[in-house]
């Protein structure tokens, strides 16, 4: 390739950056509260389930000395155990104090708004239909706060196979961290079948979910290739590779980080999108980043959907630890804890 081709090729290659991007509001939390409690207890502490769907996250957070278990009765008694941002079922927490240990609940406070709202539909006799993946653990949670009431409805697809007592008395809920577009679809169908359908009190997909679509909506036309730093298992970021092909961009890929980039993926490729799930931490998409400037991609442009500015207060349980110890309750975003800075 002579010199020319190549400085036009760089003229002409670029990234679109998305804003919002990343670690949401009840992720921040979340993750603060693992480091928080490390601090205040010392090692181990125990988190039943992944705290956020991150390899990145975890695995720095065992480093530092906490232990990831699947299940409530793998923690030793007496131990302090931590639920995940994704919430539990009410048996999750009866199980820990039958077992005496003390919990720091991280759910995220907009998944349990989705909590209350099941279970004042279910005290009100309603038939709840619960949008939501089959067997991911927010829905396990929120279906858990009154089984008898809960049909789980898993995609447009699922809804033929839905039935309820009493038509007149239905309201859908959902996982918050859905495809906006698939879940009108779902409510679509389903009100086809049960005309007096309601709808949830407010949006149940929350603000960090809808804000992450629009922004790869925005982009996604003009990209030939978009990368979403994320996990397999992070419902939210795998909806995001989804949304970019719906709308336009000729390929998409998940990737956790830099290093699983194919270098062929960026054959032909002019744009590149690239965004990240509310669960990563921003370091792995300057990693992203900092491979594309090496191929070329030197020109990044943000394309910013919406501004963010919400910050949840961590757990009470943690806060009043804190303040007994005379630790800082603030949290990262401020810089009050820069020294754990190889989240971000
Ligand atoms: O729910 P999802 O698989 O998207 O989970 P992540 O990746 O940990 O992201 C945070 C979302 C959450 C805790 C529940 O809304
Ligand atoms: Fe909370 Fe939304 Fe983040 Fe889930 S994605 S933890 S509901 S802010």
Not at 61 to 80: C, N, Q, S, Y
Not at 109 to 128: C, G, M, N, Q, W
Not at 157 to 186: A, C, G, I
Not at 333 to 342: L, M, P, Q, R, V
Request: charged share 25%.
């Amino acid at each position: 390739m002579g010199g020319m081709t190549a400085t036009t090729d760089q003229a002409t290659k670029r990234v679109l950056l998305a804003a919002p991007r990343g670690y949401c509001a009840g992720v921040d939390r979340a993750v603060v509260t693992v480091e928080k409690a490390l601090d205040l207890y010392g090692a181990p502490v125990y988190v039943r389930k992944e705290i956020v769907h991150n390899k990145h996250v975890v695995t720095t957070l065992e480093k530092r000395g906490a232990i990831f278990v699947e299940e409530t009765d793998e923690v030793p008694e007496g131990a302090t155990v931590i639920f995940s941002a994704h919430g539990v079922a009410p048996v999750v927490h009866e199980e820990a104090k039958a077992l005496g240990l003390k919990t720091i609940d991280a759910t995220c406070p907009l998944v349990t708004k989705v909590h209350r709202e099941a279970v004042r539909f279910a005290s009100d006799d309603y038939d709840i239909l619960l949008i939501g993946h089959e067997g991911h653990e927010e829905v396990v949670g929120t279906a858990g706060e009154a089984p008898e009431h809960i049909t789980l409805v898993d995609g447009p697809d699922d809804v033929d196979n839905v039935t309820v007592r009493d038509p007149d008395k239905v309201v859908w809920l959902s996982q918050t961290t859905l495809s906006v577009d698939e879940t009108m679809e779902t409510v679509r169908r389903l009100r086809e079948k049960f005309p007096q359908l309601q709808d949830p009190p407010s949006d149940d997909i929350c603000y960090a979910t809808q804000n992450r679509q629009l922004a790869v909506k925005h982009m996604a036309p003009d990209c030939d290739l978009m990368i979403v730093v994320g996990s397999r298992n992070s419902s939210n970021s795998v909806r995001l590779v989804e949304v970019a092909l719906e709308h336009g961009s000729k390929a998409g890929h998940l990737v956790d980080y830099a290093e699983e980039i194919d270098e062929t993926w960026l054959d032909g490729v002019r744009t590149v999108g690239v965004t990240s799930g509310a669960s990563v931490p921003e370091i792995l998409v300057r990693g992203v980043l900092d491979y594309l400037s090496s191929r070329g991609f030197e020109d990044v442009r943000p394309v910013v959907a919406a501004e963010e500015s919400l910050m949840f207060s961590l757990p009470n349980e943690i806060r009043r630890d804190l303040k007994a110890a005379g630790l800082s309750d603030k949290m990262r975003h401020d810089g009050s804890f820069a020294e754990a800075g190889s989240l971000h």
